[in-house]
């Protein structure tokens, strides 16, 4: 090696250690969820916790609107305990999958008039920590969580 030849190896090195981390780093958590998750549909995979190299962190939040899609028709408005717009929170989620459902959150500056009014076709989502008290009977529970529904029409 006193030939120099070891100047030319240092950057084969590097390049192969690279490789080495970014596989295990990278592609074999994913691979894993692939071949874990192979058979699940898109709105199935949303729900899982994801890859262990990236964490899905809107997992209960996925569970909770497709739980609702699937509960209320498409012309209905829903009522959802507040989500924080700075952080995104679950309000994109919630309008992403309930779309074209009215969804009108707790901070919303109309969300008290509205609620009043009980528009036709209308649902209130209560949170274990958000008035779990306005639901009378009967209430459909949403997830195993606390999080729940019940339709609010006169």
């Known amino acids: 090696m006193s030939d120099g030849r070891w100047v030319q190896k240092i950057p084969a090195g590097i390049v ?3 490789l080495v981390i970014l596989t295990l780093v990278f592609l074999v958590p994913r691979a894993q969820f692939i071949l874990e998750y192979k ?3 898109g709105n199935q995979l949303m ?3 994801g890859s262990a190299d990236i964490p899905n962190q ?3 939040t996925y569970r909770v609107v497709h739980r609702i899609r699937d509960l209320t028709p498409v ?3 829903i009522f959802m305990p507040p989500g ?3 952080e995104g929170s679950f309000r994109s989620v ?3 999958v309930l779309y074209p459902r009215r969804i009108l959150f707790g901070e919303d500056e ?3 008039d509205e609620l009043k009014e009980r528009v036709k076709s209308a649902y209130f989502v209560y949170s274990p920590d958000w008035q779990p008290e306005f639901c009378e009977e009967p209430r459909i529970e949403l997830t195993d969580f606390g999080f729940g529904m019940c339709q609010i029409n006169d």
């Open 16 to 18: 192969i250690g690279n």
């Open 39 to 41: 058979d699940l549909t």
């Open 47 to 49: 729900e899982t916790a």
């Open 58 to 60: 809107l997992s209960r």
């Open 75 to 77: 012309d209905a408005t």
């Open 84 to 86: 924080n717009r700075m």
């Open 94 to 96: 919630a309008i992403q």
């Open 110 to 112: 109309n969300f008290a």
